[in-house]
């Protein structure tokens, strides 16, 4: 049957939703104020200020955990700031630089280009661009305030001898002694728990820096502010407080964030015809999860998914997935899929690790016994047959043949186990 | 149990060995695939299947305590649907957490949906610890035949949640 598209676009386009202003909810989205965080966004404008006043008052190093309005806090201040200074006639400014997946040449790059300084992208070397930096620095008479946003995030290359984030921490923070003169501020952010004890002593020791913690929201708060959102985003009388309170109750028992809650929101306001409900907000959870879950499996490498899947199939089958179990499993599959497996060492260093910090599973050590040393036990976070279900589609999409292990009499066997 | 019921009804003293020796497990393996070939159900391809595949299963291979499977794939060789029964005097260990190994089950079918019914069938009989332990103590050809006929009659009728 032949489709009309046009008629779908049509439709879809015409199609009534209460969903008035949906930029609201995005990621990208700068309100004009942060609510429940006040105090921080105040402190690190006082901060600011003072270095505006002439006096270094020392870098910032601001962290808390994800969702918790660290980046929207430094924007908004951001703001204000460049407005002022430039009001003001102030020679000064503020570079925001997220270090996400950039390397620490790409990161200097980048800073050099929010100074306006010409450098290529490519062809030189770390060191280029910090004498670039320091040349540029020597000659103006500008106070700076330089931004690192994720700083935990920077891109090791093969060349990097020293970890990305301890290099940029170093060098920034003693441009000083190269300068002869006072040095920009430099304000780091991340959302790790441990950021402080992943900084080198030798680096911190000059570092130095006064530090803000962005704590979690509670449910009110969560509540307030998802409530403060909607007002702006969906059509007047198309919500009551109760779905919202559920959304908030939702983000805490699920340990998700704002930026989940708002996705939710989205998703729930698109499938109603006139009101948002709480059954709306729980289908709507369960779209975004769906969906998160299936990018990150998709973000996987062929070995990691197939470690994936023999977690999950262990645990779906009862099986405790110890790090022997696991390998042979993971060696089946590969046999299976014609793909050549990796050593049992490549697979517990390089591939669990990355699987664990996408939050998949978790691992423990486990004695097996006096004398008899110690092995890893996996767990999986997430339904074992939601998740081999996944993994077999991307598996078969990406073999280029079906992977169907429950006509693979191995797997079968495995699954038949009777254990004392 | 349709494929089981019928093989077992087939069943003869010849796919049965009992009071056995073995060196090792490739040893026991290979006695259990060497019944079935005497008994024209298998090549002597499959044989070497099986240990081939007994070594790819690693701990797994060992379906229930005491217990090995050991089989290959259809295409290794597999001439028509066939069970042999091996008890060992002396247990052998096949490096699984369900070892030692005392009664080795090689089995054997001609297609791919024969075998993985097979399969399944035997490894529900083999779930059952009763039935796991009159094998165990078996101690003539015709007593396992029994033990696995009466097995076979019973199924379905309340023995089989004792697993």
Known sequence: MKIDLKEILRREMQKKTILLNPGVLTESYLPEYLLFREDEVAQITRHLGRYLSGIQPGNLLIHGPPGTGKTHAIKIVSKSYNEFVNETGINSKIIYINCKDKTYYQTLVTLLHGLGVNFPERGLGAAEAVESLIDYLKESNGRYIFVFDEIDKLKKTYRDKEEPMNALIYRMSRLDELLDKESPLIVMISNKSNIIEKIEHATMAKFTPKTIYFREYNIEELYQILLDRIKSALAPGSFTTEPVKYLAELIKKNERDLRWGFRVLIEAALMAHDKLTTDLIEEAARIVDNDMLSQVIHSLSNHQLIVLWAVSFLENVGILPVTGELYQVYKLVCEELGWKPRSMRHVMHYVTPKIESLGLITSREKGQGRGRGKTLVFHLEENPKKILNMVEEVLSERAHKEFKPHEIPEFIQISFQRRR | ?163
């Not at chain 2, 494929?3 to 049965?16: F, P, Y």
């Not at chain 2, 610890?129 to 019973?154: C, D, G, P, Q, Y």
């Open chain 2, 1 to 163: 149990m349709r494929l089981l019921k019928d093989a077992v009804k087939k069943m003869t003293s010849e796919a049965i060995l009992v009071n056995i020796e073995a060196d090792d497990w490739k040893d026991a393996v290979k006695t259990s695939g060497e019944l079935l070939y005497k008994l024209g159900k298998v090549s002597k391809e499959y044989i070497a299947g099986m240990i081939k595949t007994t070594k790819r299963l690693g701990p797994y291979a060992v379906i229930a305590p005491g217990v090995a499977l050991p089989h290959a794939r259809p295409e290794d060789g597999a001439i028509d649907i066939g069970i042999s029964v091996v008890i060992l005097r002396t247990s052998v260990d096949f490096d699984s957490p369900n070892d030692p190994v005392k009664i080795v089950i090689g089995f054997s079918a001609p297609t791919n949906s024969q075998h993985l019914q097979l399969l399944k069938e035997l490894a529900i009989l083999l779930s059952n610890r009763e039935f796991r332990k009159r094998l165990r103590r078996a101690k003539t050809s015709e007593n396992v035949i029994s033990i696995f006929r009466e097995a076979i009659e019973n199924f379905g009728v309340g023995v089989w949640e004792k697993t």
